[in-house]
């Protein structure tokens, strides 16, 4: 497909976030990163949902680890 791949969804199961400050905080790092189209952190659920295009999960689960909280 080359440079014209469809976005991939990948899903984690985070754990540490507790609030809507700790959403927040993982949505606001994994917009950072570049080819990252969407976010959806739920603390009640523990999931977060990153719609990418081009973005190893690795580099996701990293990000995710990097502000304090736990890919599990």
Do not use: P, R
């Amino acid at each position: 497909m080359g440079l014209f791949s469809k976005a991939e969804t990948l899903e984690f199961k985070v754990s540490g976030m507790s609030c809507g400050g700790c959403e927040g905080k993982i949505t606001k790092v994994l917009n950072e990163i570049s080819g990252v189209k969407k976010v959806e952190a739920s603390a009640s659920s523990g999931i977060v949902i990153v719609k990418v295009k081009g973005v190893e999960s690795q580099e996701i689960s990293d990000k995710i680890v990097s502000v304090g909280f736990v890919v599990e």
